[in-house]
């Protein structure tokens, strides 16, 4: 499975985040759409890093002067960007063993962003994959124990 | 307004498509619901569940068992089938608006996705879809030509498609005539002509993307060799790493499997079915009266993306590959229905988890929702359909309960089926259906077989004394 089965039953419309954004500004937008993270992307929508609720937790550490920061300050740079074409399989890899949450995900022609796919999204994607096997090959098992009987099980 | 979903006022859902995903979406409304709830199914075609008719080879017929649940649920009294009614084509979504409280699409994936190489048009070049149609007997397809006196023939992709064909290709009349595969296809594969069956992958043996019991098959056919040449079962250096970290059993099993195929002698065989990796066709060429007579092929090697995925790209290495026939299998796409959203980027109408998308507002449409190939993509196995109908369902569930739904005028299915009636004169109903399969099965008895199948809408007519 393809990276792109996860971005087609998500909305197109990307929540995005500027350099020059404020931090509070960043905020309302992860608090207003429920989400974990922000891509930050330049004037020509290529990502240049991204904000999570991980990167505001650590400046706040660092005392309030966090609300006067923008993204810029203390976002995390040098992001890991995925694409449409990427395997599921290996994604879900690279995501656990680099540990982190959510993956821009760009053209590979133009490198804009066409989505963000989170952790989340792709073990759900797992999940429903391996679940999918299983009710067809307990549909198979079933119908050929007792053949004619009607016996295909929905999986309840 | 009482919310349906009581027995005086059920809720009314219009299902676009009998196909798995449409079932499998059915089906958790009616656990939802119970009788509470009337549901219509809408299909272009007499005959309902889709591509378990359509696309599921004939030799694979186990897994053509699930229809059993989809009959139980075409056999429930607050479940209806309109077959021989196309959305697009006898009625509109206006129309249905008009009749339903929610409206499901769940049509998949009818077209195939385009490979732009020079000579792709040819004669003799096909899209894998349409013959994998045309040998089950969509009524659509039923007229195609394939030129089976072709003794040659390249299968451009490894999924499930391109295993599907190969192996029909490379099958006996024998073992072909105890499936339910159409007489017309039936009748063509007795006089081929294939010898050589070639299959092409451009990635590596690690990242192929058939399933073990797809290869295993492979290599137990009755007059076809399997063939994999030694070389290019060698993983290359990130293959190896990638799996050493990472130690799929799927993908060890399947390399296992190939490894075995590359180290065995032929056995003499009169047909070869060759699995090639590593490869992808940059040009198909013109024997001079706009036929193909070979593909001009070039070797890839891999990289990996900044994600780790491991992607081919071409090096300066070419062969010319001697070839009469060629199929397409590099996946299935889907296609717009009128007054429908859609997102050109994946081929999928524009939906968030299920809710079809305005595409102006980006803000769902109220009573429109999608399930299956044309809500997230032609992925998975036909189980796959179960989760992601459900996720669609509970949104539906969700909009119900906050009174987010379609208020239709015409409420009565007389009136509907009136409607469309004129629309449609020759609707296949559930009981048409009832007396297609049991006439289908009856044929299929005289001769050995699960069922011979009726494959024009004049032959179905004509069966039922219509």
Do not use: C
Request: glycine share 8%; net charge negative.
């Amino acid at each position: 499975m393809k990276v792109s089965t996860i971005l087609a039953t998500k909305s197109p419309h990307i929540v995005t985040a500027t350099p020059e954004q404020s931090v509070p500004d960043a905020i309302t937008a992860l608090t207003r759409y429920n989400i974990g993270a922000l891509v930050v992307v330049d004037d020509q929508r290529r990502p240049v890093g991204i904000i999570s609720e991980r990167d505001i937790v650590r400046a706040a550490a660092q005392g309030p002067a966090l609300f006067s920061q923008t993204v810029g300050d203390i976002m995390t740079r040098n992001v890991v960007v995925g694409s449409p074409q990427d395997d599921l399989m290996v994604v879900a890899h690279t995501m656990t063993e680099g540990r982190f949450r959510h993956l821009p995900i760009v053209d590979p022609e133009s490198n804009q962003l066409v989505g963000i796919i989170s952790i989340g999204d792709v073990m759900k994607a797992q999940r429903d994959t391996y679940e999918g096997e299983l009710y067809t090959l307990q549909t198979q098992i079933l119908s050929e124990g007792d053949p004619g009987s009607g016996q295909a099980k929905d999986g309840d | 307004m009482l919310q349906p979903g009581s027995p005086d006022n059920p809720l009314r859902v219009a299902i676009v498509g009998a196909g798995p995903a449409g079932f499998y979406a059915a089906d958790a409304l009616l656990k939802a619901h119970g009788p509470n709830v009337t549901i219509h199914f809408y299909d272009r075609l007499p005959t309902p569940f889709g591509l378990v008719r359509f696309g599921v080879a004939p030799d694979h017929q186990k897994i053509k068992s699930v229809t059993k649940l989809f009959e139980r649920i075409l056999a429930r009294p607050n479940v209806r089938f309109f077959g021989n009614v196309g959305l697009g084509r006898d009625v509109n979504v206006e129309d249905l608006r008009r009749f339903y409280h929610q409206i499901l699409y769940s049509v998949g994936a009818q077209t195939d996705r385009k490979l732009n190489i020079p000579g792709i048009d040819l004669e003799g070049s096909h899209a894998a879809t349409e013959f994998v149609a045309w040998y089950n007997g969509h009524p659509e397809f039923r007229d195609r030509h394939f030129d089976l006196s072709a003794e040659r023939v390249a299968v451009i992709g490894v999924g499930n498609v391109a295993m599907d064909v190969a192996r029909i290709l490379a099958k006996s009349y024998h073992e072909l005539a105890v499936t339910d595969i159409a007489d017309h296809a039936l009748e063509a594969l007795r006089r081929s002509k294939v010898r050589e069956i070639f299959v092409l992958g451009r990635r590596g043996p690690a990242q192929a993307a058939f399933t073990p019991p797809e290869i295993k098959e492979l290599g137990e056919l009755d007059v076809a060799d399997v063939r994999v040449l030694p070389e290019e079962m060698e993983l290359d250096p990130l293959s190896a790493a990638q799996l050493e970290q990472n130690p799929d059993k799927a993908t060890l099993r399947k390399l296992e499997i190939l490894r075995e195929y590359a180290a065995r002698p032929p056995q003499g065989k009169p047909r070869t079915l060759t699995i090639r990796f590593l490869v992808s066709p940059v040009e198909l060429l013109d024997d001079g009266s706009g036929r193909v007579k070979a593909m001009r092929l070039v070797r890839n090697e891999l990289y990996a993306t900044a994600a780790g995925t491991l992607r081919p790209r071409p090096t300066q290495e070419y062969e010319i590959l001697p070839v009469d026939l060629v199929f397409r299998s590099i996946g299935y796409r889907g296609l717009p229905i009128p007054g429908v959203p859609f997102n050109e980027s994946w081929g999928v109408i524009l939906n968030d988890s299920g809710r079809v998308l305005d595409e102006e507002s980006g803000q769902p449409r109220v009573g429109e929702y999608t399930a299956g190939w044309i809500k997230r993509g032609p992925s998975g196995v036909i189980g796959t359909n179960k989760p992601d109908a459900v996720a669609t369902v509970k949104q539906m569930l969700a909009d119900l309960e906050a009174g987010k739904i379609l208020e239709p005028t015409h409420t009565s299915d007389a009136a509907i089926e009136a409607f469309l009636r004129e629309r449609q004169p020759h609707i296949f109903n559930y009981q048409d259906w009832k007396r297609l399969d049991a006439l289908e099965v009856a044929r299929g008895q005289e001769q050995g077989r699960p069922r011979v199948k009726f494959t024009s809408v004049e032959e179905m007519l004509a069966a039922l004394g219509r």
